[in-house]
Structure formats: structure tokens, C-alpha cells
């Protein structure tokens, strides 16, 4: 590739490859700034300098590292615990003592949820045994409320046709089809 020399608007002549010819006009950054002036008119004026811009003197950060950057003293471990006041609690804010708790006003998908979490994965059809099918909760009242003891395990044959003509209390209830 040849180099082309150009001119700064600063008097400062360089050199750029021959495909970058047109578009090089400026000779660093700093005329670039300096002197480029936008369609608009609008013309870029920095006050200061940016204390993130790299300085030629400054040190990289990884000077002397090599490979991977091990843990210093102040680095948190694994498995090391900082405060037990930011320390999640496995159980707790579940259910009524969340803040987003919406107790019978909640989803269809929602109310599943919280069905899965307390009785645990469907795992046997209540109706015909089968183990291997997709098993799912199904609504005995269709009711919808949050009482345990008014959900059963049914397979996707069993619960299409026990939710056959009922699709109707659904759509009540939650405002669709699901």
C-alpha cells in the first residue's frame, strides 16, 4: 500500500495509506477536536481533559502481571461471606411476608407457580397412573384459589379433558384463554 502525505489544518504534515486518503484530515485526535466543525456548525470545544484519556507516562494497570491476574488480600474468596445482614436467607420473604404478595388477586401463572413451589413437580396422573407424560397441576374447583387441597396431578390427555367445556372459569377469572 502507498502512503499519502497530507496536511493538518495545524501545519503538521503526515502520512496515511492511500484508501484512507479522502477521509484523513486531521493529523491526532487532539486537532480532530480541535479544529472539526459539524454539518450543523455546531464545533466541538473541550473544556478540560477527560481524567480517563490514557497519558503516554501513565503505568497500565497489569504492568508486571503475567497470565491470569490472581487475588490480592481485598479480593472476596469463594465462599466467603461479607456481612450477614446482606446475606440472603434461603426462605425467607417467601409467601405472605413479601411485600408483592397479591394473596387470591394472583395470575394464572403465578398461582401455578406458587402451587409447584408447595406441593412440588406433578410427577403421577391422578387419573389414569401414567408417569412418563408431561404432568401438571390441575384445579379440582376450577375456582382457582389458593388452597392446596384443591389441586391434583393430571398428564396433558387427562387434564385437556377434564378442562373440556371449563375453559370458560379460566377466562373469567384471569381475562384469558391459557
Not at 484512507?20 to 473541550?46: H, I, L, P
Request: charge should be positive; hydrophobic fraction near 30%.
Amino acid at each position: 500500500m502507498k502512503a499519502v502525505e497530507k496536511i493538518c489544518q495545524c501545519g503538521v504534515s503526515f502520512f496515511v495509506k492511500s484508501y484512507k486518503a479522502e477521509r484523513s484530515k486531521f493529523c491526532s485526535n487532539k486537532c480532530k477536536y480541535k479544529f472539526y466543525v459539524k454539518a450543523t456548525g455546531f464545533r466541538r470545544v473541550d473544556k478540560k481533559p477527560n481524567p480517563n484519556w490514557f497519558v503516554k507516562e501513565q503505568l497500565p494497570w497489569n504492568t508486571g502481571t503475567k497470565g491470569v491476574v490472581k487475588s490480592n488480600s481485598g479480593s472476596i474468596k469463594v465462599g466467603q461471606r461479607l456481612s450477614p445482614l446482606t446475606e440472603f436467607s434461603i426462605g425467607e420473604n417467601i409467601g405472605k411476608e413479601n411485600n408483592k404478595w397479591k394473596g387470591d388477586d394472583v395470575g394464572y401463572y403465578g398461582l401455578h407457580t406458587w402451587v409447584q413451589r408447595t406441593l412440588g413437580k406433578a410427577e403421577k396422573c391422578s387419573i389414569c397412573g401414567e408417569t412418563k407424560k408431561r404432568i401438571d397441576w390441575a384445579n379440582r374447583s376450577r375456582q382457582y384459589m389458593r388452597d392446596i387441597d384443591d389441586w391434583l396431578q393430571l398428564c396433558s390427555t387427562c387434564h385437556g379433558k377434564y378442562d373440556t367445556g371449563h375453559r370458560g372459569a379460566i377466562k373469567m377469572r384471569f381475562g384469558k384463554c391459557a
